[in-house]
């Protein structure tokens, strides 16, 4: 193993154990979505940027991963029609209370919100925290704190307000992506390389997973969990999942 392999390794380990370890909001958001869940409700989640979307993605009919989950995928920030295009679109100021409508999020109040953007200040990630707050919807943020402190207020990817995310949300869950993203340097190479910002945001989101399902057992309730459909018996034991939640879902 090289030295810029090692220095990645475990540069990403430590983001990984502060996640684990320093997220105080943790256990809050995963009981307020256990509680929605146990109540027949459904969880809605965002990722209002490029790569952002990802995260979403992984909780999508993911094996291991709980059924209610109303992934939003916009194809405006998705990064398969433009990668910049996705740049300009998460900049557009009022473009995440169109997405919102159009997945028919916050028609009743109480319904959970989770904004996953490990940067946390675009336009449209501020836009759907707003959103959420109008809709009387319970929001969930997976972004990093130290990053958005970091960056100047008047940096042009901001929202126009120059507000951070993890200030305008009910529940906060630190992503601890370092200023930056990217954290190996090579020598005579100016700009960093290993990239960790969608390692941390799957990690932080599994996470909150895990806990919301550890505390609906806990509750009594029978956590409504996706199998393989790679794995024998896969397709069976997702198929009343199907049934129950394809109308609800998008993308399901």
């Not at 965002?46 to 194809?75: Q, Y």
């Not at 402190?149 to 949300?169: C, F, I, M, T, W």
């Not at 340097?185 to 806990?211: D, W």
Request: proline share 6%.
């Amino acid at each position: 193993m090289t030295n810029e392999a090692k220095l990645y390794l475990t540069t990403v380990q430590g983001l990984l154990e502060a996640i684990a370890t320093d997220n105080p909001g943790l256990g809050a958001a995963a009981e307020a979505m256990a509680k929605k869940i146990a109540a027949g409700g459904m969880i809605h989640v965002i990722g209002p940027g490029g790569h952002s979307n990802l995260a979403v993605e992984e909780t999508l009919w993911r094996s291991g991963g709980l059924a209610p989950i109303n992934a939003i995928l916009d194809a405006g920030t998705n990064l398969i029609h433009g990668a910049k295009r996705s740049n300009y679109v998460e900049r557009t100021p009022g473009y995440a209370k169109q997405v919102l409508d159009a997945y028919r999020v916050g028609l009743e109040p109480g319904e959970v919100l989770i904004i996953v953007n490990a940067y946390g200040i675009n336009a449209m990630t501020i836009d759907a925290a707003l959103e959420a707050r109008k809709r009387k919807m319970v929001s969930i943020a997976i972004t990093s704190r130290g990053f958005a402190d970091s960056l100047a207020k008047d940096h042009p990817s901001r929202h126009p307000s120059g507000k951070n995310l993890y200030q305008e949300v009910d529940f906060f869950i630190d992503c601890h992506l370092p200023y930056g993203d990217a954290v190996v340097p090579i020598e005579g190479v100016a700009q960093k390389v290993g990239p960790t910002a969608t390692l941390c945001n799957v990690f932080t989101m599994n996470l909150l997973m895990l806990e919301t399902v550890r505390r609906l057992k806990a509750m009594g309730v029978e956590p409504p969990i996706w199998m393989s459909a790679n794995l024998p018996g896969g397709d069976a034991t997702n198929r009343s999942l199907e049934e129950k939640w394809r109308p609800l879902i998008k993308h399901l």
